[in-house]
């Protein structure tokens, strides 16, 4: 004989129905406690993980306590310890070499470990110009064009640099098509203001030009830096994402203040 379901195993199967199908209702950006917001744009859906250094911390990662580099979020969980419970969202964050290490300027807490690169070349990082997001001292947020930053070699706590440029003062990157035939899952960062960050991540593939409109017309940016594509991860407890089928070098975790 069947029995009737009770009302819990009923929501239970109705919530495991709607996750799988993507059916949640997830947070807006405007909710101040909600780190992560899902945002549809041009036909496209994106992450979107708010950090106001007003009110949280961010740290960038690259090598282990005990040596060697971090390749994902297993390990930057291992590295954490108990601090893990305290992580609102990690990404991705800069280009690396085979081993995992920074290919640009990476610079974590005041120790610069990769000198910044103004040498061209092959890739998505030489595609010039690029950038450098960092962090102050005084823990504001800027985003500068690497031959900016170098001129003006700024105190820096916190620095990674990738490329390219989305976004330049509110103009896309002038090699840019409206929409190229170049599409990958990608991330990215970029600034409402001095003390707010969005970091970004495509749930699906988008080209260059979709991703620096996002920014620009979506989240109202004027400056912003696109991380990396194809190995793009995200770990985002509010959302239930945690990518784990890449190796990466540079991450930015970002945290409770407590």
């Not at 059916?23 to 041009?42: G, N, Q, T």
């Not at 282990?64 to 590295?79: H, N």
């Not at 500068?144 to 490329?163: K, L, M």
Request: net charge negative; hydrophobic share 40%.
């Amino acid at each position: 004989m069947k029995l009737p379901r009770s009302p819990l195993i009923v929501i239970a199967t109705i919530v495991g129905l709607a996750a799988a199908v993507g059916l949640f209702i997830l947070p807006r950006l405007e909710s101040r406690d909600a780190p992560c917001a899902v945002h549809e744009f041009e036909n496209s859906r994106f992450i979107v993980c708010t950090f106001d250094a007003r009110r949280q911390d961010m740290r960038l990662y690259s090598r282990a306590a005990r040596g060697g580099y971090l390749r994902g979020f297993e390990a930057l969980q291992q590295e954490l310890g108990d601090e893990a419970q305290h992580v609102r969202f990690a990404m991705n964050a800069g280009m690396y070499n085979d081993a995992g290490a920074p290919i640009g300027l990476y610079v974590q807490d005041g120790d610069e470990q990769k000198s910044i690169s103004l040498t061209d070349g092959p890739g998505n990082f030489h595609l010039k110009p690029n950038g450098v997001f960092w962090q102050g001292p005084d823990g504001a947020l800027h985003i500068d064009v690497s031959e900016e930053y170098a001129r003006a070699i700024p105190a820096t706590r916190w620095a990674t640099q990738s490329g390219p440029m989305l976004l330049i003062d509110g103009e896309m990157h002038p090699q840019f098509a409206e929409d190229g035939a170049s599409r990958f899952i990608r991330n990215g960062v970029g600034l409402r203001d001095s003390n707010t960050a969005y970091f970004v991540i495509s749930t699906g593939f988008v080209s260059f030009g979709r991703f620096a409109r996002f920014f620009r017309d979506e989240l109202h940016c004027q400056d912003a830096l696109f991380l990396d594509g194809t190995v793009s991860s995200i770990w985002a407890p509010s959302v239930g994402r945690y990518d784990d089928n890449h190796e990466l070098g540079p991450m930015v975790a970002v945290f409770d203040r407590t």
